[in-house]
């Protein structure tokens, strides 16, 4: 046979020198009270404006009232003026005839080509036209004369969407090398 041990629950025993927690109802009052009191202390010392006089209905006393400006006309005023275009955008409207507007499908195909850089020396367009080659581009120099000087512009293209000229930009520009985008048709 097993005997088993009997356990007694013990009381939780109390350190001297402890105190039991403050309830949360008396700490609500005692919160609300000092709050009135403060109030009371803050209206008596004139920090808090006092209410409005009301007049009885029955005493004809003069109320000294404070003159206020009527401001609404100015105000709306100023308001036609910040937002003019609300009115003028529908005036501006332009109609056009349906027979003017081509579909996608008649007009001229479009390329565009990205001007990497405008040179006045060959050598600088060739080092670009290089560097242009490590990131996998294949770039092309175009030599023109212009009001007597001779430039050298480093292109890349022609490419048949905008998107695709677009993603090879941002590229380039991840690499430090900023490039400008032309339509050509």
């Known amino acids: 046979m097993v005997t088993r041990k009997k356990t007694t629950r013990r ?43 009301r007049s009885t209905a029955g005493q004809n006393q003069p109320v000294n009232k404070p003159v206020i400006e009527d401001l609404s006309q100015e105000l709306q005023s100023q308001r036609k003026k910040k937002y ?64 007597q000087t001779r430039w050298h512009r480093v292109r890349l293209g022609p490419f048949d969407s905008a998107r695709k000229a677009d993603s090879i930009k941002r590229r380039l520009q991840k690499n430090g090398i900023h490039a400008l985008m032309m339509k050509e048709k």
């Open 11 to 53: 009381k939780p025993v109390r350190k001297a020198g402890s105190s039991r927690p403050m309830p949360g109802w008396l700490i609500l009052v005692v919160g609300m009270l000092m709050g009135l009191l403060l109030a009371v202390a803050a209206y008596v010392a004139g920090w808090v404006p006092k209410p409005p006089q």
């Open 84 to 147: 003019d275009f609300y009115t003028v955008l529908p005036e501006m409207e332009v109609v056009i005839d349906k027979d003017e507007i081509e579909p996608a499908s008649q007009r001229e195909p479009s390329s565009y080509i990205l001007q990497v850089g405008s040179f006045k020396s060959r050598q600088d367009a060739e080092s670009l036209k290089a560097q242009l080659a490590l990131l996998g581009q294949q770039a092309h120099i175009q030599t023109l004369d212009v009001n």
